[in-house]
Structure formats: structure tokens, C-alpha cells
């Protein structure tokens, strides 16, 4: 693919970024906080259900899920992140303590032993954005779910939508974790659409078509309804040509499921989880922080494609 054609994060424009002095910054951060403005974004007609996955590990499934969800919430759609990963990763980004024993997470919400608006927390940075956030309890899950009654749809007769209602949510996402067990299964038919992170890396499409085969047995058998309605490009460095090779590739796949924006590689974009923020946050006119408010407003825009590539 030709460098211009890879979208925001062309060279030229990522140099721009990269030396813009203090005050240029700073400028471009208030353009940012004021294009993403309340309001600039229509809310879905019905609330969007999207669960992000990828069994391969550290695709950035954890990095897409919270920075969407704050360019969301950003843009005033309420959002609830279901932390659905035992490593808790989600949670600690969106700055929810999951590690206090009380706390009431996703595993007593799957158990049946709390309801949705029980296990909502909102988040410190925003009052339209909240956490169902996990524990280490939710490791064992994986396991006890196996004999219990509708293993599969747990989470989907958890999702109550009186709560989802009264709270405004017009976006529910869910972080996976980097497998295809019974919490990814859940993950996938409580929702209607599946979005992809892929890293821009060698073996990026390793286990993509496993992956695929899983959401088609679980359309054939548990959801009908249940499609891939977003691709997302991770961790794009346009210093190598592998990146755009990997980029054409999974553009030449799955077409136009595939956001034109694509996420670069940032230093910032992995420092600010440490601060229990999202990059939005932590450093507002950044790259990443750019990127994942494009990508945000793309999937915003897009509404929610059709399986056959149309609007709802
Ligand atoms: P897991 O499979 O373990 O749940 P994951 O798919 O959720 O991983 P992340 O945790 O989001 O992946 O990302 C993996 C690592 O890469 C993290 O350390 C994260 O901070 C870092 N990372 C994610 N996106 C970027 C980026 N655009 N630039 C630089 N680092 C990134
Ligand atoms: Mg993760």
C-alpha cells in the first residue's frame, strides 16, 4: 500500500504530531476536546453491543476497548466497559480499584449474585462512562461455568436493559480475554457485533480464521445475530514496510469492516494505564489520543453496519 493511503497515521502526518512544540500542542489538544464535543456524535438508535476480541495475546484488545469507550463518552454517549479478563487490565485503565476485596465485579454478575446496576462503577473521568470491573475470581469462572445452567448466555441474561436504559448507556464494551473459552463465548453472545484489533505485526492474521469459526458457531448455534462489524489496525509503526504490508492484508480480507484510522504505536498510549487513565486523559493532543478519538468517531459515524456492509 502506498504510504498516503494508509489513513491518519501516514508518516507525514504522525511527524507532524511528533514535533509540535508545547504551545502547538496544547492547540491541537483544545481542537481535539472541541471537535469531540457533546452532541457531535448521533446516538445509536438502539444501544450497540460490541464485544472485542482476539485470542492472540496483547493485540491491544485492553488498549482499543477503554480508548474507545472514553472517545465515546468524550463525544457524551454514556458507555459501559464489562471487563470480561481476569487480569483486570480494562478496569485499572479506566482507574477502578478491582484489587479491594469488596468489590462487586463482573464474577458475582455472571454468578447471578448481583444485578447490572450493582455492578457498575462510574468512572473517575467521566459521569457518562462506567466499569463492570473483574477480579481474580473471574479465573476461576472459566472453570465453575462449565457445569452451571446456561453456561453461554450468562452475561447476556446479566445485560439487563431496564438498567442499560435508565443509565443512558448507548454503548456496551466488552474486553475479552486472549482466549476462546467460555467468558469470550459469553462475551459473544451477549453482543451483536464483534470488532477485531490487529496488531500490525508479523503473524498478525495468526488465529484470526480460528477466531472467525468460533463467531460462526456461535451465529449458527447461541446468537444469530452476532457479526464482525469492525476491524481495527494496532500498533502501526510506519518506519517498517511489514506494517504496511500487514495492513494491506488485512484491508484486502476483510474490506471495508477495517476503520480507515489506524491506532499507531505509541509509548504514551502503554504509559498511561500506570496512571489508571486512558490516553485521552493522560495526554490529550498525543497521537494515540488522536487516533483512538478518529477511530472513536469512525465507529460513531458508521453506525452499526449491517452483515451485509449496510446501515441498520
Ligand atoms: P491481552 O491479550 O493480554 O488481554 P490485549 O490484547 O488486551 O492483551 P493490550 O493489553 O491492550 O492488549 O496491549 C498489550 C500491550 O501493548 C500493553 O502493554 C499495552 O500498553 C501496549 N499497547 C497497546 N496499544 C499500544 C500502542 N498503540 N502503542 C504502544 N503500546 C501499546
Ligand atoms: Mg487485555
Do not use: W
Not at 176 to 186: A, E, I, Q, R, Y
Amino acid at each position: 500500500m502506498a504510504k498516503d493511503s494508509v489513513g491518519p497515521v501516514s508518516r507525514e502526518t504522525s511527524e507532524k504530531y511528533v514535533d509540535t512544540p508545547i504551545a502547538a500542542a496544547a492547540e491541537v489538544a483544545s481542537q481535539v476536546l472541541t471537535k469531540g464535543h457533546a452532541g457531535t456524535l448521533p446516538r445509536p438508535s438502539a444501544t450497540r453491543i460490541i464485544t472485542v476480541a482476539n485470542q492472540k495475546g496483547g493485540v491491544g484488545k485492553t488498549t482499543t476497548s477503554v480508548n474507545l469507550a472514553a472517545a465515546l463518552a468524550l463525544h457524551g454517549l454514556g458507555v459501559l466497559v464489562i471487563d470480561l479478563d481476569p487480569q483486570g487490565n480494562a478496569s485499572t485503565a479506566l482507574g477502578i480499584n478491582h484489587r479491594d476485596p469488596d468489590i462487586r465485579s463482573v464474577y458475582e454478575l455472571l454468578l447471578g449474585e448481583i444485578t447490572l446496576a450493582e455492578a457498575m462503577q462510574k468512572t473517575p473521568a467521566y459521569d457518562n462512562l462506567y466499569c463492570v470491573p473483574a477480579t481474580l475470581d473471574l479465573a476461576g469462572a472459566e472453570i465453575e461455568l462449565v457445569s452451571m445452567v446456561a453456561r453461554e448466555t450468562r452475561l447476556r441474561n446479566a445485560l439487563d436493559l431496564a438498567t442499560i436504559a435508565e443509565y443512558g448507556i448507548d454503548y456496551v464494551i466488552i474486553d475479552c480475554p486472549p482466549s476462546l473459552g467460555l467468558l469470550t463465548v459469553n462475551a459473544m453472545v451477549a453482543a451483536r457485533e464483534v470488532l477485531i484489533p490487529i496488531q500490525c505485526e508479523y503473524y498478525a492474521l495468526e488465529g484470526v480464521g480460528q477466531l472467525l469459526q468460533n463467531i460462526e458457531l456461535v451465529q449458527a448455534h447461541l446468537n444469530r445475530e452476532l457479526y464482525v462489524s469492525t476491524v481495527l489496525l494496532t500498533m502501526y509503526d510506519g518506519r517498517t514496510k511489514l506494517a504496511d504490508q500487514v495492513a494491506d492484508e488485512v484491508r484486502r480480507h476483510f474490506g471495508d469492516k477495517v476503520l480507515n484510522t489506524i491506532i499507531p504505536r505509541s509509548v504514551k498510549v502503554s504509559e498511561a494505564p500506570g496512571f489508571g487513565m486512558t490516553i485521552i486523559e493522560y495526554d490529550p493532543g498525543s497521537r494515540g489520543s488522536m487516533s483512538y478519538l478518529d477511530a472513536g468517531r469512525e465507529l460513531g459515524m458508521r453506525g452499526a453496519p449491517s452483515p451485509q456492509g449496510g446501515q441498520r
